[in-house]
């Protein structure tokens, strides 16, 4: 139970960071809010070209966004790896015997929790804008994004600690969003899009995520994008945060 | 239950034979980068006497960060062994982290964190309870002069502040062994004092100390034992007094009255002068390393009359741990490692 103690001391710690930071918490409110307001209005002209989802627009858009939320709130999370590293706090914890894992997953839950309140808001903002809510399945989507994000930031934290300076770790990260984002149909949907394009989604975790993200938001659990998601994230999921602990215990040199 | 109550081997073994805390054989770490293979530390066998203050001196780059990263676990070993309390590094890291205290020449402590906030994250990782470690963190601050900063964010810190709690943070649980890395870097002497009687006081409560500085009048007080480093290998090794009488003759300072063209004048004769083995200059300053003093200063004062060159005053000094390293090395610690990398392709 040493680790679960250790966990609860670095959440904290980060958390209590992320609360003094009044700039970072700004940007987390205001960049879905922004998604919403400035988006939604363009899509209506959009829902009625051929291959679009069924839905009203924010009902399509809505789950899009938590997903991408989930996705930037993962990825970035080695850019404060990067700065914790340089500026020796890191090497500070990986001496002490706190559990390497709760070095790992302690920043990672942080940001979840962030990650959730930020959520909670833009869904009620977005009921104002016509959203109907499904809360069970509300809250298996929240499943979903946790896991995404999670595996997001674990790979996003071993970069970092792999890569150990802010331009490569950047570039990497940037040159895989890109492709990830583009093909997983979070501001549009996939089906848009040619054959080819709808083939290569099927390797991509967001772009199930998303997929799942729309049934369950539209209430409706047990269907095929649903199980898919599961089956292809908590697997995933397990295996990065594996490396990611792996990287943490190795050399960090 | 750790291993060791398993009864698997625990390593417990090795570093008591010789009465050793640090104990290491043939040490080696290699660094592959862009430039070829870089030999970090290559060959280095210690013994650290328990409850002894153990310098390490070398130039930048000479690897003594390298090789404390590797005695506290961060850096896996790339060659031979080490034990560190009596337990295996490479074997048993946990182990030995729970040991040791590090403080890195790099620091660590928290910006967004009070001072008091990081001391006690910092002991309850290590396993302490809330009420023990705030109030150790309430003693440290105290002994380290931080108390009236104990609730300010570390951001707002003066360098010398944040040294002295970055030391806090290695000690607060209590180590046996605390590894040290340029402690005193970015210290007034007020402060360097504070923190060396410091030391001092933790080693009469039983802890080893192991140190790495760039201050050779900081060896000179503070250790028991010293081992200089170069090129990732020991030039040297003992007490400070044995290893200064170990470098024959003195060193004659002379200082000259500040007349155009007299330095260059006395740096020109002189350098004829068999009795010089080496010069030094430091404005009007000059430091001539001879082999007996007394029988060189007559004749070193001919020469400087012959030339006109006037002197202010003259004095001889015993050899300094910098002679040592000169001696040694036929470089100067105060030059040595400026720019300088060991690359082998
Ligand atoms: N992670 C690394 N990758 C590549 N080379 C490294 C790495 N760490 C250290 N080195 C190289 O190893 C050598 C020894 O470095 P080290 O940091 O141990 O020196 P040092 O004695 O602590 O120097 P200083 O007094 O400047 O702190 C240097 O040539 C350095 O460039
Ligand atoms: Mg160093």
Sequence with gaps: ?253 | MTLGDQGFDTGFDTGFDTGAIISTRDLRKSFTTKGGEVEAVRGVSIDVARGEIFGFLGPNGAGKTTTLRMLTTLLPIGGGTATVAGVDVARRPQEVRKRIGYVSQLGGADDLATGRENLILQGRLYGGERSTVTRRAELLMEILDLTEFADRRVRTYSGGQRRRLDVALGIVHEPEVLFLDEPSTGLDPQNRANLWEHVRNLRSHGTTIFLTTHYLEEADALCDRIMIMDHGRIVVEGTPRELKQQVEGDSVILSLHEVDGALERATTALGLEPHVRKMTSDGFDLRLYVEDGSVALPALLRTLDAVEVAIRSVSLSEPTLDDVFLARTGRSLRDAGAGRQEVRA
């Design chain 1, 1 to 253: 139970m040493k680790g679960l103690r250790d966990i609860a001391l670095l959440f904290q710690r980060y958390t209590l960071q992320m609360l003094r930071n009044p700039v970072w918490l700004f940007v987390g409110f205001s960049t879905p809010v922004l998604y919403l307001a400035l988006f939604t209005p363009l899509l209506k002209n959009l829902s009625h070209a051929p291959g679009f989802p069924s839905g009203s627009v924010i009902e399509v858009f809505l789950p899009g966004i938590l997903s991408l939320l989930a996705f930037a709130s993962g990825s970035s999370m080695g850019f404060s790896t990067i700065f914790e590293l340089q500026s020796g706090v890191i090497e500070r914890f990986r001496v002490t015997p706190a559990s390497r894992f709760a070095i790992l997953i302690g920043p990672i839950l942080s940001g979840l929790t962030m990650m959730m309140v930020f959520d909670a808001v833009v869904v009620a903002i977005a009921v104002g804008f016509g959203f109907r809510v499904h809360f069970v399945g509300l809250l298996v989507l929240a499943l979903l994004l946790a896991l995404l994000a999670t595996l997001m930031a674990a790979f996003s934290t071993a970069t970092a600690l792999l890569t150990k300076d802010i331009s490569s770790f950047a570039a990497i990260i940037n040159g895989i969003n890109l492709p990830i984002l583009l093909l997983a149909g979070v501001l549009l949907p996939i089906s848009l899009g040619p054959l080819w394009m709808r083939v290569l989604a099927h390797f991509n975790p967001l772009y199930y995520l998303v997929q799942a993200s729309r049934s369950l938001a539209s209430g409706s659990l047990a269907t095929a994008a649903v199980w898919q998601a599961f089956a292809v994230l908590v697997p995933m999921c397990a295996l990065v945060l594996w490396w990611a602990t792996r990287v943490f215990r190795k050399a960090v040199a």
